[in-house]
């Protein structure tokens, strides 16, 4: 059975557990504290070299790493993932835009607020706000022009940018800002299949 | 005739001229002045909604965005690219590495010197030289023990982290404390069609 190693509050490892579901695929699930530093061991190192959540295990032992690079994965032949060339490299090219330019103003910020430590990342917050609302803005542009951010219908594009824009105000964004993408973010999370993140536990 | 869209700095774009040769596909190349904010028209937004280079335009007038998007693309059935589901999930992981934790830090810290602003900037080069280093060593320390990055030889995960790590000394790195890395960067260089940043100009 497939096996996921994830973390309550990572929206990376939630982007997963909604494509397993997505996808009738059952797993077993390995939840870490990384408030305890479980990322970190040399036994997890061994499944990840980048010290990090969520990671795929298949049958055979061998690991998957990378959201977007688990979804890619998970998703080869399902309605989720096209099989036009050109389809699929608007696909990684959302996804890339996702962790290059989305991922970590949109999560560190809310780890910032989560954490209660805003008043002395107040520097570093204002900048990523700055990137985030950058991102955001040019989401909101292509998403008052499209339903999906591929072709016509829902792919894992849609749900690898969804899981920390749907997070963005824990971060201090404003996203009353943004209609589109408000929009575009209940479409997601009524396609069949959607689930929750986790409860902090 | 394929188009690319690039600049004379952008290791992004050194990347797909790269992998163009290497697939020996001819190529027109238009060559945007980023200084003059060429990449910031409506005319080029139009191209690539997020505004920036490099943009592999087709035959057909369409365009892939982002380097590791346009990296997969092209590679596709060549042997830059392996068919195996698995050896691809792991391109796809380091590409996403590289865009999430590598390019960022690396990029900046050599504009900020390119720009002869690095005392302005202080504060944010150490941060990004924090955050720069911590993955030169994650990406070190796999290179310890791996000649490529995935599978028995070079592909377009190895392109992809290639262009700016190998450029990361520009950006202040001390690059002669990650021996397995500057190997690694001199396998890359010797491939077959490998081919040099374009002259500042």
């Known amino acids: 059975m497939l096996r996921l190693y994830d973390s309550r509050m990572s929206g990376n490892a ?19 504290d990384l408030a305890k530093g479980e ?9 990840n070299r980048f010290c990090r959540v969520p990671v ?17 994965h998970l998703a080869e ?4 993932l096209p099989d036009d060339p050109w389809l699929r490299s608007q696909v990684t090219g959302w996804l890339s835009f996702e962790q290059g330019d989305l991922q ?11 954490k209660g430590i805003t008043e002395q990342m107040a520097a570093q917050i204002e900048q ?20 999906w951010l591929v072709g016509d219908h829902y792919t894992v594009a849609d749900l ?5 824009v749907s997070l963005a105000s824990q971060g201090g964004f404003d996203m009353h800002r943004f209609t589109a993408i408000g929009q575009w973010l209940e479409r997601v999370k009524n396609q ?9 536990g």
């Open 14 to 32: 939630w982007k997963v557990r909604i494509l397993l579901n997505q996808l009738g695929q059952p797993y077993e699930r390995i939840t870490l």
């Open 39 to 47: 990322q970190l061991t040399p036994q997890f190192q061994q499944l």
């Open 56 to 72: 795929l295990q298949l049958d055979d032992g061998r690991t998957v790493v990378e959201s977007g690079a688990i979804l890619l």
């Open 77 to 80: 032949g399902s309605r989720y």
């Open 104 to 114: 970590k103003p949109l999560a560190l910020c809310r780890v910032y607020h989560l």
């Open 128 to 147: 990523f706000h700055n990137e985030g609302y950058l991102a955001l803005a040019r989401l909101e542009q292509w998403l008052v022009q499209h339903t």
């Open 160 to 164: 690898g940018l969804f899981a920390y």
């Open 192 to 200: 069949p299949g959607w689930v929750e993140l986790l409860p902090a």
